[in-house]
């Protein structure tokens, strides 16, 4: 029997023809065996981390209990596997800890070259990492002597946990990596993590170095000896997301940084021992300053160089999403390593504080902290860390942040669709000017391509590589090609050329990429000459034939009926907002750049979405329509027929209302004329109820009567306790009453003072204090209670106080079902039946 995922790959094609427009058809019908599920590969899954040998092709996957290699070249041929699982008795200890069985399996999250001819393997094995050494010509792991596999310990150097946030990067034949290192997940270090031990060093346990992060990448910068004349020493730049320290805020309120440390750095001779002398990190602001938009959530981050083999032409591209939006949102902004390198060489941010005013920050020592090591210093006679002077290490222990940001305008801004990995391409327009291809890998298996020239971005291809369950996790750019990971699949799609745009239109919106179509041939080629003039894409989408540009869509006319909900979409491109032009009616709501229609007769017409295009550091913006709707009716005949439905239906309503109404009011007539009858005959509540002498004593003494305003006296007393593991507990001597819930109530401490509730204006209410006995007052909203007392013409009379556990007793056997219940709790208040004793009035303040 076939594979059911078989079967859906041979149908995939031939399913996407059937959409029309569908420009991404032609090229997913031309990936036949370029997509690898699970039946291919063997049932391992959990692939979270990908390692290419750019020399052979080679793709080594670390999944879960495995290791797999994968000829990209012949995707036809049989994966490679290794084994390399968790002994039943360790997983039964991991279960026994708390873990889920399936957490407590070894997850491979690191797998990095030696350089030697093997691989450095690292799993989080049962909550226990451990690392191991894979040889690359016999595809197996090194033996120990007993025969198992060779391991030693991968603390500090993997994640405890298979979801945890982590990166690690070979920078030498020395591994640096940015993990958890205990057990509960709960500490963090950037650390240099191999190599001898006198070298191994990490970050000091301070939330002013690290502060719940979230870690997303790493980058290994090494100085070219060409045009490095000052000696500059090789760096490690991580990138992650943190709780700022340095907002004072309610929330907490995640920034995104980016860190760096220098290769040569062992830590200091006295103050930062084993630490990092060199440690310093920097905000990254990705905003949009028209919009004021901030995006401050680091998913991604894809390090690229515009010029191979210099270093300073490096570019970061960060992925962003936003902590403050609720729908699915997704940013690229890009930094440059020379800003990055400004800010890491400029002034301090001072974290001390006094209790109210910033101190006057510190004069920075000589030589300057946090620097690294080159010519200049080794000539005054600092060849090492280690012969830093305590002033200057402890200033950089103290200032591990700098006062200015890395800020950069967003090149993309997408609504609607939440992004997961980000690779990008370097391309070469045909009028000179440089070029990126973004490819974007989504959370639902979707691989989106985004051409960046100059100021202008468009959308050139959005293809679906797997199921939408499956989210896209890693990205591989290799000779052209593009290697797509989810957690179960592989894919290898065509990532450069002209070529792989099957249409003119398609062709068209790479114009700026430095393709064009040919009619003749049918094709989409390369070019060296000069796009046209005015749009470079709308000008190519016209000798296409068509009148559809890319700021100037075709109408689309849409045949509606009368109370019929859609969304109208507008893809949006650029950072700036997007704005609707409509009939003028109040149906419609906007979701970020889409449109919320109701159609009614009036709001029936034209809908044309306008949004600004602009690129960073661009003043006045260009308006490009994006999309172009017409809303007709579908029957026009149907509008008497709905709208007679529409009157039933509100008809109806009124009816129903109408009944639900007498019910209320029957409910309340009974209520009220049962408890007068119950009060004529002169029948008295049981003891146990709050009415009784036991009861009443629950009110204690008070220094100042209540009035209270609110609709419930439970709710306010029960705003007056803590609420732990489903009860209401009260941490003062206040004498409260409060709701648990079912009906009951419990009397949390039996004496002290009874607050008295809030107005709602940010007042206490209070009546004149006395030492009489006098009633306390409620308002007409429980005045049920008031006429109950005129009724039976008693008054309480204050008794001897009984324990408290006869209390509790008490009140657990006043508790009723349903009307009864109901009644007795009504009646059980003794404030409604008498006047609680009152103690000489003190000074309060709430």
């Known amino acids: 029997m076939m594979n059911p995922r078989v079967e859906m790959l041979m149908l995939l094609p031939a399913l996407l023809c059937l959409f029309p427009g569908a420009s991404w058809a032609a090229t997913l019908g031309g990936l036949g065996d370029n997509v690898l599920g699970p039946y291919k590969f063997q049932d391992v899954g959990n692939f979270s981390t990908f390692l290419l040998d750019r020399s052979s092709g080679v793709l080594f996957l670390g999944a879960r209990d495995a290791i797999l290699s994968v000829d990209t070249s012949n995707l036809n041929q049989e994966p490679r596997k290794i084994v390399w699982d968790v002994p039943e008795e360790k997983r039964r200890s991991c279960v026994a800890k708390g873990k889920t069985e399936v957490d407590c399996n070894n997850y491979i999250r690191l797998l990095e070259f030696l350089g030697d001819g093997r691989i450095y393997v690292c799993g989080t094995y049962a909550f226990d990492p451990q690392c191991a050494f894979l040889e690359l010509t016999s595809f197996t792991l090194e033996k120990a002597e007993d025969g198992g596999v060779k391991m030693e310990t991968g603390k500090g150097k993997c994640p405890f946990e298979p979801s945890q946030h982590y990166t690690a990067v070979m920078a030498g034949g020395t591994l640096y990596t940015a993990a958890t290192s205990n057990f509960l997940g709960t500490l963090f270090d950037i650390s240099r993590a191999t190599g001898s031990e006198q070298e191994r060093i990490r970050t000091e346990r301070s939330i002013n170095w690290l502060s719940d992060p979230e870690f997303v990448s790493s980058a290994f910068i090494e100085e070219s000896v060409e ?56 905000q990254l602001v990705c905003e949009d300053r028209p919009s004021g938009q901030r995006y401050n959530i680091l998913t991604d981050v894809f390090t690229t160089q515009q010029t191979p083999g210099d270093p300073s032409s490096t570019l970061f591209y960060g992925l962003f999403t936003s902590q403050w939006e609720h729908e699915e949102l997704s940013a690229v902004c890009v930094f440059s390593l020379t800003e990055i390198s400004k800010v890491m060489d400029g002034p301090f941010k001072e974290l001390k504080k006094t209790c109210e005013n910033w101190i006057n920050p510190e004069p920075v020592p000589t030589p300057r902290p946090g620097q690294c090591l080159n010519n200049a210093l080794k000539v005054e006679g600092f060849e090492t860390s280690l012969k830093l002077p305590d002033k200057v290490l402890t200033f950089v222990r103290d200032h591990p942040l700098m006062e200015n940001s890395v800020s950069a305008a967003p090149l993309l801004v997408r609504k609607g669709v939440r992004y997961t990995k980000l690779a990008v391409s ?195 913006p260009t308006p490009c329509r994006r999309a172009a709707y017409d809303l007709t009716l579908d029957d026009p005949s149907a509008i008497g027929v709905m709208v007679t439905a529409g009157g039933r239906h509100v008809l109806a309503i009124y009816i129903l209302f109408f009944f639900l109404g007498l019910v209320f009011g029957a409910f309340l007539l009974y209520f009220f004329t049962r408890r007068r009858s119950i009060v004529h005959q002169g029948h008295h509540l049981p003891d146990n109820s709050l009415s009784s002498e036991k009861g009443r004593d629950l009110l204690g003494s008070s220094a100042t009567p209540q009035s209270p305003s609110s609709a419930s006296l439970l709710s306010d007393g029960f705003r007056l306790t803590e609420k732990r593991n489903g009860t209401a507990t009260s941490n003062t001597t206040t004498t409260l009453l409060s709701n648990n819930g079912n009906g009951g109530l419990h009397g949390n401490s039996y004496s002290g003072t009874l607050i008295s509730p809030s107005n709602g204006h940010g007042n206490s209410l209070y009546s004149s204090c006395n030492t009489s006995n006098s009633g306390l007052k409620l308002t007409s909203e429980i005045l049920a209670a008031d006429l109950l007392d005129g009724r039976t013409g008693e008054r309480g009379r204050p008794q001897e106080r009984e324990s408290g556990d006869e209390v509790d007793e008490g009140l657990g056997d006043a508790l009723g079902d349903g009307m009864k219940g109901l009644e007795e709790e009504m009646a059980s208040f003794p404030m409604y039946k008498s006047p609680a004793p009152l103690a000489k009035c003190e000074e309060s303040s709430i």
């Open 426 to 620: 370097q391309t070469g327009g045909g009028d000179g000017q440089r070029g990126a291809v973004l490819h974007l890998g989504t959370d639902r298996g979707e691989l989106h391509r985004v051409a960046v020239v100059g100021q202008n971005t468009t959308l050139l291809q959005e293809i679906p590589l797997f199921s939408s369950q499956e989210p896209v996790n890693n990205i591989l750019l290799h000779q052209g090609l593009a290697l797509v990971g989810s957690p179960l699949s592989l894919a290898r799609v065509q990532a450069e050329g002209c070529a792989l745009y099957a249409d003119c239109k398609e062709c068209a919106r790479a114009r700026g990429l430095g393709c064009v179509w040919s009619t003749e041939e049918a094709a989409c080629s390369p070019t060296t000459a000069a796009p046209g003039p005015g749009d470079v894409v709308d000008y190519a989408l016209k000798k296409c034939g068509t009148v559809e540009g890319r700021c100037s869509p075709s109408m689309s006319e849409l045949r509606v009926s009368l109370g019929l909900r859609l969304l109208l979409p507008c893809v949006q491109l650029s950072p700036r907002p997007c704005s609707w032009e409509h009939p003028p009616h109040r149906q419609t709501r906007q979701h970020n750049s889409d449109l919320e229609v109701t159609v009614t007769e009036d709001s029936l017409g034209k809908y044309i979405c306008t949004c600004q295009e602009a690129g960073p550091g661009v003043r006045d």
């Open 227 to 282: 045009n490095n004349p000052i000696g500059d020493d090789d760096k490690i730049y991580f990138f992650f997301t943190e709780v700022a320290k340095e907002y004072d805020l309610y929330t907490k309120v995640k920034v995104p940084r980016v860190a760096r440390v220098c290769k040569s750095d062992v830590g200091g001779m006295k103050t930062l021992q084993r630490r990092w002398t060199t440690f310093l990190k920097a």
